[in-house]
């Protein structure tokens, strides 16, 4: 892709639906208005490639974990035990009151004893050691698939959302009520998020300085809306983009969906 393409909805499901109500309820119109299904059919294959750029993301993400699940697989247990049966000799050759200094092989087999305890103790710290750094090799990896996203392990946290603190600078571009609410709830459980200005202009394939632009949503879903255009719609339950030119989109739409659909 070498320019931001903005969709009339966030998902394909909402292009979909809409181009199958068009043919079933306005067939005329099909015929008389043929670049806007066009369009429609655009939307779901730019959606399509946004989403297949994410879907390798993870892919690589994906082989990481498995390559560091296996590097974790080498590393042993502990040898705790070794260190235990270590000690119970080396207490056994310890001289007690009266005794004669150990001397000798005695000395050298309680010196042995107390090294094995040190080597036990060794291999455990080296095994933690290495234990820490490809964990922190998961979590640069996890980083890197995250970016700049907010995902919550609990989806409720996101809809708890209803202002941001200290209102960021982007905030000046969200649309009025409620569909604001809606986009900040959608942010902040991770399933859209924004692209910065230096996204944006690698993909108009233009230098990013200087822009000063509403910013651009992102979906999950492939959808890329202007964040000011951002609405949101009760009766088709979902998110559409809007148009000056337009009317909003008929809510008849979600009639077409497939039962194993939803977007």
Not at 166 to 187: F, K
């Amino acid at each position: 892709m070498t320019e931001v393409r903005q969709t009339r909805f966030k998902d394909v499901c909402g292009s979909i639906d809409e181009l199958k109500r068009v043919l079933y309820e306005e067939p005329q119109r099909a015929v008389a208005e043929r670049a806007a299904l066009d369009s429609l059919v655009e939307d779901a294959l730019v959606m399509l490639a946004r989403m297949e750029l994410r879907l390798e993301q993870y892919e690589s993400f994906r082989s990481t974990v498995l390559a560091l699940g296996a590097a974790m697989q080498q590393i042993g247990g502990s040898r705790r035990a070794e260190g235990i049966a270590a000690a119970q000799s080396l207490r056994a050759r310890l001289p007690g009151e009266g005794d004669a200094p150990p001397e000798g092989e005695a000395r050298e087999a309680a010196v042995a004893a107390a090294e094995a305890i040190r080597e036990a103790a060794r291999d455990v710290e080296q095994k933690m050691s290495r234990y820490k750094d490809l964990a922190l090799d998961l979590e640069r990896a996890f980083r890197e698939v995250k970016g700049e996203r907010v995902w919550v392990l609990d989806a409720a946290e996101a809809e708890q959302a209803a202002a941001l603190p200290g209102e960021p600078v982007w905030a000046r571009w969200l649309p009025a009520s409620p569909h604001r609410e809606r986009i900040l709830r959608l942010l902040r459980s991770g399933a859209a998020h924004l692209l910065s200005a230096e996204e944006v202009a690698a993909l108009r394939g233009a230098p990013a300085a200087g822009e000063d632009g509403p910013p651009f949503v992102q979906f999950s879903d492939g959808g890329v809306i202007a964040l000011p255009r951002v609405r949101w719609s009760d009766e088709l339950r979902n998110v559409y983009a809007a148009d000056e030119s337009e009317a909003p989109p008929h809510p008849g739409g979600l009639r077409y969906r497939t039962p194993a659909g939803g977007a």
